[in-house]
């Protein structure tokens, strides 16, 4: 009796470009592709628990509302400066539009791991079991925009800082062939972007009504011009010094692209998915719709080589 070969999709990470996996998935499983184990690190572990949930219709639907104040209402300064998302609007999203607290890993139709990064060690996290949402969290948390993760005496952060494309935790879960998708090719450099209109900065700034401040007032409002420098483009002559948000965003686009040249060369996919996202900035989220057509066109041009290696199997 011939037995199914066990497909593995493994989603990398790439902040706002990860909303390309949503494409990804969609078009896949449109052609009848479904693939059985899910591996994601950060937006990926995002995504792919939204897919393993029955979540990705709902959150597609919101990423497609997204405007640019949508995207900075989540960034905030807490007095402990340790990070810039607001922790309690994001819990409130992904109990929305991922998963709810009390869903277990082990609980799921379908095999999943998300990738963190043990911030003491560097060594990267696996979670393939316990609470879905806490693996989505410590996968997901972003050095300068999340605080690290507590977990089991060691605190985590971003998974994308060691295992970007997470083909090994897929094939460790009992994948057969794995489906890999690449956000980081070529998006070295890509960090100096046009300039938005000054009207789209007004709708950022702060709400009429704040004008005595003291000093941590006055520090919140920096930190409101560093999110919204982050997620909207710029343009910056040959001769500008590089500001603090495209050097932060520039790093981690040059980091993220050596490190994942280097493990997929190390341990390559059957199939290497690279959608061409490397013009959408680190925190574009409002750029949603086009993100997610280009991850459906990167899967049907790589259909046909995606046919031939199932069929072979």
């Not at 295992?163 to 935790?169: A, E, G, K, R, T």
């Not at 972007?193 to 704040?210: C, N, V």
């Not at 909207?232 to 980091?255: C, E, M, Q, W, Y």
């Not at 049907?300 to 290696?309: F, H, V």
């Amino acid at each position: 009796m011939e037995t199914k070969p066990r497909i593995g999709l493994a989603l990398g990470s790439g902040s706002a470009r990860g909303w390309a996996h949503i494409g990804v998935i969609h078009a896949l499983t449109r052609h009848g592709i479904e693939p059985d184990v899910i591996t994601g690190c950060s937006i990926g572990a995002l995504v792919g628990a939204a897919y393993v949930t029955a979540q990705l219709d709902k959150l597609e639907q919101w990423v497609g509302s997204l405007n640019r104040l949508d995207v900075a209402r989540f960034f905030e300064i807490s007095s402990s400066f340790n990070g810039f998302v607001n922790k309690e609007k994001f819990h409130k999203f992904l109990n929305q539009y991922v998963c709810q607290d009390e869903t277990q890993i082990e609980a799921l139709d379908k095999s999943f791991a998300a990738v963190s990064t043990d911030l003491g060690t560097g060594t990267e996290v696996w979670f393939s079991k316990g609470a879905l949402i806490e693996a989505v969290w410590a996968s997901i948390s972003l050095p300068g925009l999340f605080p690290a993760i507590r977990h089991k005496n060691r605190w985590l952060v971003d998974g994308g800082l060691v295992n970007p494309v997470p083909i090994s935790p897929c094939r460790s879960l009992g994948a057969d062939l794995v489906i890999a998708v690449n956000l980081n090719g070529d998006i070295a450099g890509k960090h100096f972007k046009r300039m938005a209109p000054k009207s789209e900065k007004a709708e950022l700034q702060a709400p009429e009504g704040h004008e005595d401040e003291d000093w941590m007032d006055t520090i919140t409002r920096t930190v409101r011009e560093y999110s919204y420098n982050l997620f909207v483009n710029h343009k910056n002559s040959r001769d500008d010094t590089p500001n603090l948000f495209d050097s932060i965003a520039g790093s981690i686009n040059i980091t993220q692209d050596r490190i994942t040249r280097f493990r997929i060369a190390a341990d390559p996919p059957d199939i290497l998915i690279n959608p061409d996202v490397n013009q959408i900035g680190l925190l574009e989220f409002h750029r949603g719709r086009e993100v997610i057509k280009e991850g459906e066109q990167a899967v049907e041009k790589m259909l046909p080589e995606i046919r031939q290696l199932l069929e072979s199997v």
